[in-house]
C-alpha cells in the first residue's frame, strides 16, 4: 500500500504548493495593485488617517483638518470661509473625493507625492505618522474678500491677475458654497451634497464660474478687436475709422445701431472705446476678416483646451464664422465665449505691454519640513500685440474710465483702465444681459499690478449698455483698490 | 512490503521516544500565541493585555496536560503532530481575541466577543483528546464499527437538512442552549473510520476483479456501488445543504482512500470524472452555486454586485505585503461577516503577510505529511487507510477553505482546522490528530513482532 500512499503524499504536498504559489501571487506579484485599489477601503483609511497638508493664502491656512474620532475616516478637512475660496481650493470630502487644488496637489497634501518619499522614509525610520505638504497659492486675501464681498448675492465672477506675472490674485465665484459641508462621509454630507449638485439646485452653487463658465464677452471683446486692428497697421488710437451708423452687416440687410445716440459715426478707435460704439468695431472686424479675429483671439488665449492654472480653465472660443457672425463676433455677440480668467488675460497682456504671461495660482509646494518642492516661475505665454500697440490700447482704456462707460472704476490718484460690456442673451435680449468689466489699474512706478476681470449676470433694470459700468465695475474696482492698498 | 529507504521510523531497534522533543517544540507552541497575544494589545492599546497571563497560563496547561497524556498513553508518538496543533490552535485564539477587539464584527448579533468560547472549546477539545488516547487502547478496535459509523455519519451529514439554513448553507445544527454544531467535522472522522474498515475488507475485489480497457481496470459493476452511492451522498449534501466544501471533502476522502486501498490509478479517474459530471450537473441548476463561482472569476465584479467578501478578502492579502501590517493593526474587519471564522486566513495574511502565511501553510503541509508519514509506518492496513484518510482530510480541508479565502479555488463554507473560529471545528480537529497520535504510537512502537491480523503487505498482488 505505500506506493499509493507516497502518491497521496505527494498529491497532499502539491495541494499546500497550490496555496503557497497562490499566497505569493497575490501577497507578491499582485499586492501593489491590491493594495492601491481604489475600492480597497485601506486606501481611503490610510488616506485619512493623518491631518491633510493645506492651501496657503498669504502665509495663513484656507484650510485645516479636524479629528471626527469616529468612523475608519480619522481626519476630515475644514474650510475657513470655505465659501469665498471654494473657487481657488476645490473640495476634499471623505465620501465625494476631491476636485481643484485639492485633487491637483492630492500627493503633496497627503504626502504621498513621489517627491516626498525622503521625508516618509525619516518618517517612517522615526516612527512619526506621515506628513502632508502645504500648496502656497498667489491669491491675495484682501482682493479675494473684496471679489467675493461685491459679488455679494448677485450671481457672477471675479478672476484678477498680476499682469506682470500671471499670479492670480482673485477668483471669486457667486453662489458659492462651502465644501466643508459635504467634507465627511455621514448622512449629512451627503443631504449636503446633494442639495448643491445641479438637479436640485438651479443656481449650479458648485460651478466655478471664474474658471469654468463661459459667456458671451460682449463689448469687453472690443479691446480684442482694437488690438487686431492696431496689430494689422489699418488703424490708428487717434484715427478716423470712416464708419458709417448704422452699420449694415456684411452680406445681410440687418442694420447694427449703437446705444442711446452716442458719436460713434467716423469716430476713431479711442472714440469707439469710449462710447462702446458697435459700429466702429464690426466694421473693424469685418474688415480684418475672420481669420485675422481668429489669430489675434488665439494669441490672446481663445482656443486652448488646455489653459491649465493649474486647474485646467474652460475653452474660451473664437470660432470660424461667417461674415455676419465674424463682424458680430467684434463685438463680443456671436459664437465667441469667454471665461471671466481669459478677459482677464485681455486686460493683463495689455496692461503688461503687450506681453501676455500665462496665469497661475500655485507659487510653491512646500514639504513638511518647509522645504520648496516646487517653485513656479512666471513665464510668458504669448505677445499678441506690441509694446507700442498696447500702450495706445491702455489710453484707450484709460479714456473709457476717464469719461467714458467706466467711469466708476475711477479711483482718485490711480490710473485706471477698462472696458464695460454688456452681453445681450435670449431672442431680443429677452434674458437678463451679462454685465462684463474688464479693467487694470497701474501702480506708482507706472506699470500695471492688477487686472480684473468681472461677470454678473444682470438684472431686470439694468438691460442697457450701460449695466457693465453700473453692476461690474465697482467690483472692478473694489478689487484693484485692494490690491494696491496691499501693495502700500 | 519493506520499509526500506527513507522510511526509517519502523526500524527494528526502536526508536528514542521524542518525548522530550516534543516538550522543547511545545514550549516554542505556547511561546509564540503568547508573544503574539502580547504583540496585539501593544498595537491595539500601547500596553500588554490583562488577559496574557491568564491566556498563557490556559495554553501551557492545555499543552502540558496534552503532553503529559502523550507522554504516559502514546509515548511513541510522532512528536511533530501535538506542537504544530498546539500553535495553530494558539494562533487560532490570538487572531479571534484580536478581531474581537474589533466593535463592527463584534456585536452582539454576531454573539459578541467569540474568543472565551473559543477558550472553552478548546479546552473541551483537548479534553477528548486525551480522552481518546487514554481510552482508545488500539485504534484497531475502531474497525469494528465500521458499519455503526457508516449509520453515524449517515445521520450526522443528514441532520441538518432538518434545521433552518444560515448564510445560504444547511451545515449547522441548532441545539438550543447549547448553540450550533456543524456535524460535517466530526463526520470528516467517523466517515474516515468507515471506509478504512470497508475498503480493508473488499479492497482485493475492487482492486482484482476488473477488466481492462484502453490502460485502465474497469471495476465490475457491483463493485461500483459504493462509489456511486458515495458520490450520490456528496451531491445530495450539495444539493440539500448547497454546502460544496463538505461534499468535495467527503468525496476526495472517498477517492484517496479507494486509491490507496486498491493501488488501481482507474479509480482516480473514475472519481475525478464523476466529481466533475457531478460538480457541472449541480451547478447547472443550484443558484448557490452559481454565484460562488461567479464570485470566483471576476471578484471584482462580485464586489460592485454587493458580494463584498471574496474582493475584500483579496485586499486584506494584498495589503499584508510581504511582511504584513502586523498584529493588531490590519483591517481585516472589512471582511465582515464571518472574518473569524472562515475567513479567518485573510487576517494571518494582512497582519502576519506572506511570511507568515506561508509559514502558517507549512505548519499544515507539515501536519499532514507527518501523519501520510504515520499511514507509511502504520503495519496494519486498518491503521494505514484510517491516517491516510484523517490526514489527507485535513489536507483537503485546508486547501479548500484557504484556496477558497485567497481565490485559488470558488469559496466554500468551511473552518480553517484549528484556527478558525467554531467549537465542532476545534473539538474534531483535536479528535483528528489524537487518533492520528494513536496510530503513529503504535507504528513506532519497538513491537516485538506484527500483529498477527491478516497483514496487508503479504496479501498484496504483483500487478499482473
Known amino acids: 500500500m505505500n506506493k499509493p500512499l507516497r502518491r497521496i503524499a505527494m498529491f497532499c504536498g502539491l495541494l499546500v504548493l497550490a496555496l503557497l504559489v497562490r499566497d505569493n501571487w497575490i501577497q507578491l506579484v499582485q499586492a501593489d495593485e491590491l493594495k492601491t485599489d481604489p475600492k480597497n477601503r485601506r486606501v481611503a483609511i490610510e488616506r485619512y488617517s493623518q491631518p491633510r497638508g493645506n492651501i496657503i493664502v498669504d502665509g495663513k491656512s484656507i484650510t485645516g483638518s479636524t479629528d471626527t474620532k469616529s468612523g475608519d475616516f480619522r481626519y476630515k478637512r475644514t474650510y475657513k470661509n470655505g465659501p469665498m475660496w471654494s473657487p481657488v481650493t476645490g473640495y476634499a470630502s471623505q465620501a465625494f473625493g476631491a476636485n481643484q487644488l485639492e485633487a491637483l496637489n492630492d500627493g503633496i497634501l497627503t504626502g504621498d507625492d513621489d517627491r516626498l518619499f525622503f521625508n516618509r522614509t525619516i518618517d517612517m525610520l522615526t516612527g512619526k505618522p506621515q506628513k502632508g505638504g502645504n500648496v502656497v497659492t498667489t491669491l491675495n486675501a484682501k482682493a479675494q474678500k473684496a471679489a467675493f464681498d461685491g459679488l455679494g448675492d448677485k450671481k457672477g465672477a471675479v478672476a484678477a491677475i498680476n499682469p506682470k506675472t500671471g499670479a492670480i490674485l482673485a477668483l471669486a465665484s457667486t453662489p458659492s458654497y462651502d465644501p466643508s459641508s459635504f467634507a465627511g462621509n455621514g448622512d449629512s454630507d451627503t443631504a449636503q451634497w446633494s442639495k448643491l449638485q445641479k438637479q436640485e439646485n438651479e443656481d449650479e452653487p458648485m460651478l466655478n464660474r471664474a474658471l469654468r463658465q463661459t459667456y458671451p464677452p460682449g463689448s469687453t471683446y472690443k479691446v480684442v478687436t482694437a488690438a487686431a486692428g492696431l496689430e494689422s497697421g489699418e488703424y490708428d488710437l487717434d484715427k478716423a475709422t470712416d464708419t458709417p451708423d448704422p452699420y449694415k452687416l456684411p452680406d445681410s440687410q440687418t442694420k447694427l445701431g449703437n446705444e442711446g445716440s452716442p458719436p460713434c459715426k467716423n469716430a476713431t478707435v479711442r472714440t469707439a472705446l469710449q462710447y462702446s460704439c458697435n459700429t466702429v468695431f464690426a466694421k473693424m472686424s469685418n474688415e480684418l476678416g475672420n481669420e485675422e479675429m481668429i489669430d489675434m483671439s488665439e494669441k490672446f488665449g481663445f482656443n486652448d483646451k488646455e489653459l491649465d492654472t493649474p486647474v485646467r480653465a474652460a475653452e474660451s472660443v473664437y470660432p470660424e464664422d461667417n461674415k455676419p457672425q465674424n463682424a458680430m463676433a467684434g463685438i463680443g455677440q456671436a459664437s465667441n465665449r469667454a471665461t471671466p480668467l481669459q478677459m482677464a488675460m485681455v486686460s493683463s497682456a495689455v496692461a503688461n505691454n503687450g506681453s501676455l504671461m500665462k496665469p497661475y495660482m500655485v507659487d510653491q509646494l512646500v514639504a513638511p519640513n518647509l522645504n520648496v518642492v516646487e517653485q513656479h516661475k512666471p513665464t510668458e505665454m504669448s505677445k499678441p500685440v506690441s509694446s507700442e500697440n498696447a500702450q495706445k490700447l491702455q489710453q484707450g482704456m484709460e479714456t473709457v474710465v476717464e469719461k467714458g462707460t467706466g467711469t466708476s472704476a475711477q479711483i482718485p490718484g490711480v490710473t485706471v483702465g477698462g472696458k464695460t460690456g454688456t452681453a445681450q442673451r435670449g431672442v431680443d435680449n429677452s434674458e437678463n444681459p451679462y454685465a462684463w468689466f474688464i479693467s487694470y489699474a497701474k501702480g506708482e512706478d507706472g506699470s500695471a499690478d492688477v487686472a480684473v476681470a468681472v461677470v454678473i449676470e444682470g438684472s431686470d433694470a439694468l438691460r442697457s449698455d450701460i449695466a457693465g459700468g453700473k453692476l461690474a465695475a465697482p467690483v472692478a474696482k473694489g478689487v484693484m483698490k485692494a490690491v494696491l492698498e496691499g501693495e502700500r | ?464
Do not use: C
Open chain 2, 1 to 464: 512490503m519493506t520499509n526500506t529507504g527513507s522510511n526509517t521510523t519502523v526500524s527494528p531497534g526502536g526508536l528514542p521516544s521524542r518525548r522530550n522533543t516534543e516538550m522543547a517544540m511545545l514550549i516554542f507552541a505556547v511561546l509564540i500565541p503568547v508573544f503574539a497575544y502580547a504583540n496585539v494589545g501593544l498595537a491595539k492599546d500601547g500596553a500588554l493585555p490583562a488577559g496574557m497571563l491568564g491566556y498563557g497560563l490556559g495554553l501551557g496547561l492545555l499543552a502540558g496536560v496534552a503532553h503529559i497524556v502523550v507522554r504516559r498513553w502514546a509515548p511513541y508518538a510522532d512528536p511533530l503532530m501535538l506542537p504544530i496543533a498546539t500553535l495553530l490552535n494558539g494562533l487560532g485564539l490570538v487572531l479571534i481575541w484580536r478581531l474581537d477587539q474589533e466593535p463592527s464584527i463584534t456585536t452582539d448579533q454576531t454573539g459578541g466577543a467569540a474568543a472565551p468560547s473559543q477558550l472553552m472549546w478548546s479546552t473541551l477539545a483537548v479534553a477528548l483528546f486525551a480522552g481518546v488516547l487514554v481510552f482508545l487502547k488500539d485504534h484497531r478496535v475502531l474497525q469494528r464499527y465500521t458499519y455503526i459509523s457508516m449509520a453515524t455519519a449517515l445521520i450526522l451529514l443528514a441532520l441538518p437538512i432538518f434545521f433552518p439554513a444560515k448564510n445560504g448553507a444547511k451545515i449547522w445544527i441548532t441545539i438550543p442552549g447549547v448553540g450550533s454544531l456543524q456535524p460535517g467535522e466530526f463526520a470528516k472522522i467517523i466517515l474516515a473510520v468507515f471506509f478504512a474498515g470497508y475498503l480493508m475488507v473488499k479492497r482485493d475485489a475492487l482492486a482484482l476483479a476488473s477488466r481492462r480497457f484502453m490502460g485502465l481496470y474497469l471495476p465490475r459493476g457491483r463493485d461500483l456501488g459504493p462509489i456511486i452511492a458515495i458520490w450520490a451522498l456528496s451531491l445530495m449534501i450539495l444539493v440539500f445543504e448547497t454546502d460544496l466544501g463538505t461534499s468535495l471533502l467527503f468525496f476526495g476522502l472517498f477517492v484517496v482512500m479507494l486509491y490507496v486501498a486498491t493501488e488501481r490509478t482507474s479509480w482516480i479517474v473514475f472519481g475525478l470524472t464523476l466529481s466533475v459530471v457531478g460538480a457541472v450537473a449541480v451547478a447547472s441548476f443550484e443558484p448557490h452555486v452559481q454565484s460562488r463561482v461567479q464570485d470566483w472569476l471576476d471578484p471584482m465584479q462580485a464586489f460592485k454586485d454587493g458580494s463584498e467578501q471574496p474582493a475584500q478578502a483579496l485586499w486584506a492579502f494584498g495589503s499584508g505585503g510581504v511582511l504584513g501590517s502586523g498584529l493588531g493593526q490590519g483591517f481585516s474587519r472589512l471582511i465582515g461577516f464571518a472574518a473569524k471564522s472562515d475567513y479567518i486566513f485573510g487576517t494571518v495574511g494582512e497582519e502576519l503577510g506572506l511570511t507568515g502565511t506561508m509559514a502558517i501553510l507549512l505548519m499544515y503541509g507539515l501536519l499532514i505529511e507527518r501523519g501520510i508519514r504515520t499511514s507509511l509506518a502504520a503495519r496494519d492496513p486498518f491503521g494505514k487507510l484510517l491516517s491516510v484518510g484523517l490526514s489527507s482530510a485535513l489536507g483537503l480541508q485546508v486547501f479548500i477553505v484557504a484556496g477558497g479565502v485567497m481565490g485559488l479555488i470558488p469559496l466554500t463554507g468551511m473552518t480553517l482546522p484549528f484556527m478558525a473560529q467554531g467549537g465542532s471545528s476545534v473539538v474534531a480537529n483535536w479528535a483528528l490528530v489524537a487518533i492520528l497520535l494513536k496510530i503513529s504510537d503504535t507504528a513506532r512502537r519497538p513491537a516485538p513482532a506484527p500483529a498477527p491480523s491478516p497483514d496487508a503487505e503479504m496479501t498484496q498482488v504483483v500487478r499482473p
